[in-house]
C-alpha cells in the first residue's frame, strides 16, 4: 500500500504512522526525521534545513523533494510505504504524483488526521521525544513516562523538540493551514482522503485509521 498521512502538527502522525506501518508491513517515511537525523549527523543537507524548521517555516522544495524520492526509491519501499509529514505543499503533491507515475504506481490512500487547535497546542507543549526513536513518544502530563526525562521502552534520553516552543508552533500551524491544508482538497479530487478524529487514546486512533484504510 501507498499511503500519504496528513494532519496538523501535534495531530500524532508520527505515533500513528509507526503503528501503522508495522501493521501494513511498509516503511514509515517522515521527512521531518530525515531532516533531524541529516542534522545530527551534521551533513550539508541537515545544516540548511535548520533554520527554516527552527523558525516553524517548510524546508524549500528544492531539498525536501529529492530527499524524499531517494528514500521512497531505497529497496524496502518497492512495495509500499507510509508518508508521514510528506507532501506538505501542492508543488510537492504535484511532484510526488511524477515520481509514482514513472514508478507505474499510485497512492491507494491519504489518511487525514482530524484534531482541534486548541488540542494540539496542549499536545505539542508536553511532548517529549526519544534521542533513540521517534516513535517512542511520551507527554509530560498526559503519557508521563515511569522516570522523568528516560524512555519507558529503550532508557533513552526524552527531549523536547526545538521547534515545539509555542511561537514556533503557532508558526507552524499557520503554515500547515496556509501550505499543507489545500493538497487534502487536491486528494479529495482524486477520491483518495479518508478523514477520522484523532482525539481519543492511541490504540482507538490506530484502530480507526486500519478500519477506515481496510474501506
Ligand atoms: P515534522 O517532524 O513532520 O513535524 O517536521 C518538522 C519540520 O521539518 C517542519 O516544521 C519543516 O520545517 C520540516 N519539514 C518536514 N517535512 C517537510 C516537507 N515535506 N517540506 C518542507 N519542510 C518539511
Not at 1 to 14: C, N, S, T, Y
Not at 39 to 60: F, N, R, W
Amino acid at each position: 500500500m501507498r499511503i500519504v498521512l496528513v494532519g496538523p502538527p501535534g495531530a500524532g502522525k508520527g505515533t500513528q504512522a509507526a503503528y501503522l506501518a508495522k501493521n501494513l508491513d511498509i516503511p514509515h517515511i517522515s521527512t521531518g526525521d530525515l531532516f533531524r537525523a541529516n542534522i545530527s549527523q551534521g551533513t550539508a543537507l541537515g545544516v540548511e534545513a535548520q533554520s527554516y524548521m527552527k523558525a516553524g517555516q517548510l524546508v524549500p522544495d528544492s531539498v525536501t523533494i529529492g530527499m524524499a524520492q531517494d528514500r521512497m526509491e531505497q529497496s524496502d519501499a518497492v512495495n509500499g510505504f507510509l508518508l508521514d509529514g510528506f507532501p506538505r505543499n501542492l508543488a510537492q503533491a504535484e511532484a510526488l504524483d511524477e515520481i509514482l507515475k514513472e514508478g507505474g504506481v499510485q497512492l491507494d490512500a491519504v489518511l487525514d488526521l482530524e484534531v482541534p487547535e486548541d488540542e494540539v497546542v496542549k499536545r505539542i507543549a508536553g511532548r517529549r521525544i526519544c534521542r533513540n526513536d521517534s516513535s517512542h513518544v511520551f507527554h509530560a502530563i498526559y503519557n508521563a513516562p515511569a522516570a522523568e526525562g528516560v524512555c519507558d521502552v529503550c532508557g533513552g534520553e526524552l527531549y523536547q523538540r526545538e521547534d515545539d516552543s509555542e511561537e514556533t508552533v503557532r508558526k507552524r500551524l499557520e503554515v500547515y493551514h496556509t501550505e499543507t491544508e489545500p493538497i487534502i482538497d487536491y486528494y479529495r479530487a482524486q477520491g483518495l482522503v479518508v478523514t477520522i478524529s484523532a482525539l481519543g487514546k492511541v490504540d482507538e486512533v490506530t484502530a480507526k485509521a486500519m478500519d477506515a484504510l481496510k474501506k
